[in-house]
């Protein structure tokens, strides 16, 4: 499929999700193919994919194996029923999912998104201290600036003002660590800021204030990822982790974006040497191919759910599902074949260690747009940089929003703008050629919208 003759009232019936509709309308960006790190628009042009789809085509886009890995289970096996009965994958695929994940994060729950994943990690936790006898735990420590998808329990435990403010009471009892971040101490960082481990230790605040029995679980990204790329602060996240494990509170890392590569790890846990109780894990997981998510979760949670150990009220009757949760499309079939291919090739590419090896060099890449008009800051961290732009007096995202319609109409460049910030996550495989192509065509993007 090339062409794709859309008239302008015929865009009306979609209401698009995080857009601008009315503008995007008049004035429409359309992909219809796609391949390697580029798309195609309707028109017919080549357009440099500099965020990966979503930060989730981690190995490239039209992966072969992984189109015909889906091909062969859609005619083989449509659909399983996930409740009471299985298909043989998930089974592999779970297996495959815990052998990558740090410690004894050997469990794993599947779903369709982040958000859901998000949603699943916080009812496992309370589940959890239930199961235990501890059922009064059910306060959540999220974070400012923090994104953890759209769900109730998701925009709760969030930080993102826009994402809160309309949506009423949301899940009541959370309460907010500070962002990390702070510009005068950091600016111009690359990789984990030296400033701001401390910020860490507002977690005792937060737990003299509610006291560490009411709390089920922290939930932090290890780099916040849609808010503009921040980087935890060196030594943060090893402090946060050892303050909530001495209160028994679990610790969720959101690796919806941080999985499968980003920051050079199968997971981001891995680059601090850390084991936080759970892990939700998305996008890069299916290489964004079939929409998978899922929560990988330690051996004590699974046991003591399931299993009844440490548990007052003992196991629950064998007859009877452990946990009421779950999806329709947990473990799809579809989505299963697509997973397991795309391990496949991220093992045999080693894309990991690839992006561990090239993370210096699209650093300096990402360094070389410091002092380019209107950069207030840049935050490159393994294959992955926010760049912020200062805004306009009382407008904010006018300049963000002109950045995307100049990228995508004059420069042939994709790239994710989240209010004034463009946030580059390129494919894994990007070789320096394009990766060389997308710093000139985002040095070029900030030049014209200044
Ligand atoms: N959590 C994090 C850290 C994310 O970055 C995202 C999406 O970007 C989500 C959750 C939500 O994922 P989804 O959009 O698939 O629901």
Redesign the pocket.
Known sequence: MTGVALKPNELEAYWMPFSANRAFKARPRLFVAADGVHYRTDTGRQVLDATSG??CVNAGHGRRRIVDAIKEAAERLDFAPPFQYAQPQVFELANRLALLAPGDLNHVMLAT??????ETAMKVALAYHRAKGEGQRTKFIGRERA????GFG?IAVGGIPANRKAFGAMLPGTDHLPSTYDRAHQAFSVGEPAWGAHLADELNRLIALHDASNIAAVIV?PTA??TGCLPPPQGYLERLVEIAGHHGILVIF?E??TGFGRLGHAFAAERYGLVPDLI?F??GVTNGSVPM?GVLLRDQIYRTVCDGEDAPAGAPPRHLPELFHGYTYSGHPLATAAALATLDVYRDEALFERTREREAAFAERMMSLQGLPNVADIRPIGLMCGIDLHCIENRPGQRGYRAIETSFHELDLYVRVALDTLILAPPLIATDDELDAMTERVAETIRRVQ
């Open positions: 979503l930060y998104s982040g958000s859901e994943a998000v994104y953890h998808g759209v998701g990204e990822g849609s959101d919806v974006i939700t998305a996008k998510s």
